[in-house]
């Protein structure tokens, strides 16, 4: 009788399906992540971020659909794996000790330090003794606690605030206004977003670098976690890997690259292999080719096969779902990448409320160009809601930033963006437009241009600079879904 019970219970145990049969069986891989940069947020060309472009490709690998669930923290995605909620869990963690027994780890390729940041202001710290009468600020469920804890034993006096309410966008904000003297953060969250806040320095690590992983639950066998690893192992050979590394980390100083004289040599050396394009669609569709000839630089220092971290492409950087919209069948052919630019531009031009005077409606045109119309429609609602004029880039562009941290995003429509790029890529545009009017048109300033519709002969100004005729076709889904217009 006992032998028949033993040999029930281990026929029982091997007809039960392991846990990616029962992915494959369902059609889902369930996923739960929350917003970064360096792990999941919706772009300008929909969803990516370095793990969730692994993940897509591994549920592709499968055959199955990806489903992700956004949580608001870290918090929650280890309390949903801790429950078996959720097959794998993006959290921007390495495996830690204390997941023992709760989740396995599967380290993902990137490499990260826990840093101590500091205000340029305060005194450098050059060893965590000269933090001891400090108080470092982190965010909850993070990989700092426990190196701090750690690091406790030799520094006694060593002491920490959690911040359960904010992500690591929010601390760097604090410590560049000097709000918050110190923090600590991830090496890669700060990379990610160092550019815009330049009174943050880094300071000293925690410790030595560790992998970022992806979770699993420990309820789960090891069929699905297994799969991962070999899955990665395949990334690896054949340098996808390697690829999706590059487009998330290896252009993170492209904000600050080329100076003025740089670019005045571009307009000799490459600016006279594209001007006639510039101009004929400038005028094709009532807009100055200056402006279209700034934007053609920023983008891609009119380089028609650049592509981009995020691997849109062209002279214009079009993405695949814009080209496609606006007629582009090419993106690498500078003459169809132009007329595209030109025509998007138009669109997005055209759904800035008409009652935003010149220039500021071509500012807002760029930076919908850039971020999205729902993105830029988001930080106008944040400029009114606090006491500010929504119709004023100057105020507005204030606001973009916010959008990178959960404390605001949290509040708006389309949530997280990186808001902090429309505004320096407005910025640069200018810049460039302003060195083209000047050598174009020497005794000419470029809000002159914008503003006055009598400044030059060609109508290629003021209202007529954008003035969009009339497109019958549907607009796309990020430029109709969007709130009610200010």
């Known amino acids: ?51 969730y472009e692994l993940v897509q490709l591994f ?11 956004v949580a608001e923290d870290n918090t929650e995605i280890l309390s949903v794996l801790a429950q078996d909620f959720a097959h794998i ?16 780890a599967l380290a993902t390729g990137i490499e990260v330090e826990s840093v101590v940041v500091y205000h340029r202001d305060s005194p450098k710290p050059e060893a965590l003794a000269d933090l001891a009468e400090k108080t470092l600020h982190i965010v909850a469920d993070s990989n700092h606690e426990p190196q701090l804890e750690e690091a406790r034993i030799d520094v006694p006096q060593l002491s920490w605030q959690v911040h359960p309410g904010l992500d690591a966008a929010g601390l760097l904000a604090r410590v560049e206004t000097g709000e918050l003297p110190y923090a600590v953060v991830s090496s890669n969250e700060l ?97 100055d080719w200056r402006l279209l000839a700034a934007i053609g630089y920023q983008e891609s220092h009119w380089r028609p096969r650049a592509t981009s971290p995020t691997g849109v492409r062209g002279l214009m950087m079009l993405t695949r779902s814009t080209a496609k919209y606006v007629g582009v069948k090419n993106r690498l052919s500078a003459e169809q990448s132009i007329r595209g630019g030109a025509k998007y531009l138009n669109i997005v031009h055209d759904q800035i409320p008409d009652r935003i005077e010149e220039p500021d409606r071509t500012w807002f045109a760029l930076a ?32 973009l930033p916010l959008l990178t941290q959960k404390e605001w995003y949290s509040q708006t429509k389309f949530g997280y963006a990186r808001g902090h790029e429309p505004v ?63």
Not at 59 to 69: D, S, T
Not at 369 to 391: K, W
């Open 1 to 51: 009788m006992v032998a028949m019970l033993a040999f029930t219970l281990v026929l029982s145990a091997c007809s039960r399906p392991t846990t990616l049969q029962q992915i494959k069986a369902e059609g889902v891989l369930h996923v739960i992540t929350r917003v970064a940069p360096s792990i999941y947020y919706k772009g300008r060309d929909g969803p990516t971020g370095y793990d």
């Open 59 to 69: 549920a592709e690998h499968l055959g199955v659909e990806l489903r992700i669930r």
């Open 89 to 104: 869990g993006l959290a921007g963690l390495s495996g830690q000790k204390q997941f023992q027994g709760q989740m396995r």
């Open 191 to 287: 990379a990610l977003n160092h550019v815009f806040f330049p009174d943050v320095k880094e300071a000293i690590p925690l410790g030595p670098p560790r992998e970022l992983a992806w979770l699993f639950p420990a309820m789960q066998d090891r069929s699905l976690i297994d799969a991962a690893g070999q899955f990665f192992g395949v990334l690896a050979e054949d340098g996808t890997m390697e690829q999706i590394t590059e487009r998330f980390y290896g252009h993170l100083d492209r904000l600050n690259y080329v100076g003025a004289l740089t670019f005045v040599r571009h307009t000799e050396k490459r600016l006279p292999k594209y001007e006639s394009l510039f101009r004929t669609y400038a005028d094709q569709f009532a807009m």
């Open 368 to 399: 919908s160009y850039n971020v999205g119309f729902g993105h830029l429609e988001d930080a106008r609602i944040l400029t009114e809601q606090a006491g500010r004029n929504p119709d004023r880039w100057l105020d507005v562009k204030e606001f």
């Open 424 to 486: 320096i890529y407005v910025q640069n545009i200018r810049r460039y437009y302003d060195v083209l009017v000047r050598m174009t048109e020497p005794a000419a300033t470029p809000d002159t241009l914008l503003a006055d519709d009598s400044s030059t002969p060609s109508g290629n100004n003021g209202e007529a600079l954008m003035a969009a005729p009339e497109i019958q076709a549907a607009l796309p889904e990020q430029l109709t879904d969007v709130p009610p217009t200010l």
